[in-house]
């Protein structure tokens, strides 16, 4: 089938409010830009087990979704789906780095086969399936993410301890408050949408990104070194925002539904 173009989307603060309800206007902006030929997919730092939902609640037809900020792809199969490409590296490294300027911290390492193993119980995590084990054992195997959560270190905290500890050998992102999330080095989500798009053939100059966080920079700049577009949302911080070709109106107000209508 042909497409007129690729469209990832990331999922919080971009379809998604903090009550993790749905943006305003998504659904139907979602479905108008499929319905006219456009390949829609969901481009996340959640792992899979956090993001399935949000396929179904969109109503997505597409047979990709990019979880774990580029780790993890996920490849629909008949009535189900499958780990379709999965990026693994040894987290030992980086885990004993961390844990000397970092030993209160929360930690969590996702496996190849999706199953996570973390320290601490942390709300925020999807957890189903996961097991508590002690820092050592998360040492073991090779990972697809580490997740650090540190409540008592703000943004700029984490911005000095990555500089202290060089990270060398991994990508990372740091979210919202102390949220420090590492990729294996050179993997991003703009990584894992090249290979979806050169999948599909997609011309790399009918896609458009949209996102609202750091995580999202590398597929900011995937999208426009190929004469794409990526748009920020309204509530991105400066370094995002400075980083996209475009800006659209905050989460709350709908700004990804107003973006996804200029396709039209």
Not at 28 to 51: C, F, H, I, Q
């Amino acid at each position: 089938m042909s497409r007129r173009g690729l469209v990832g989307l990331d999922i919080d603060g971009t379809i998604l409010l903090q009550d993790e309800t749905l943006s305003p206007g998504v659904v139907d902006a979602v479905a108008e830009v499929r319905e006219a030929g456009y390949e829609v997919m969901l481009a996340t730092g959640r792992s899979w087990s956090g993001t399935e939902r949000y396929v179904d609640a969109l109503e997505l037809t597409s047979d990709y979704v990019v979880c774990s900020n580029g780790a993890v792809t996920m490849r629909r199969v008949h009535d189900g789906w499958e780990r379709w490409h999965v990026e693994v590296f040894d987290p030992a490294p980086v885990l004993n780095l961390l844990r000397e300027s970092l030993p209160e911290a929360r930690y969590m390492v996702e496996l190849g086969s999706g199953q996570r193993l973390y320290t601490d119980v942390l709300d925020d995590w999807t957890l189903d399936g996961g097991r508590e084990v002690d820092f050592d054992e998360l040492m073991r195997h090779p990972v697809s993410r580490v997740v650090v959560v540190s409540p008592q270190h703000d943004e700029e905290d984490f911005q000095r301890i990555v500089a202290e500890v060089g990270l060398n050998e991994v990508s990372y992102a740091i979210g919202w408050t102390a949220w420090l999330d590492i990729a294996p080095k050179g993997v991003d989500k703009g990584t894992a949408l090249e290979r979806v798009r050169a999948k599909l053939d997609v011309p790399r100059e009918n896609v458009l990104v949209a996102g609202d966080g750091r995580n999202d920079l590398g597929m900011f700049s995937w999208a426009l070194s190929g004469g794409g577009r990526a748009v920020a949302m309204g509530q991105a911080v400066d370094e995002v925002r400075d980083a996209a070709g475009e800006h659209t109106g905050p989460v709350e107000d709908g700004g990804l539904g107003s973006a996804l209508r200029t396709l039209l």
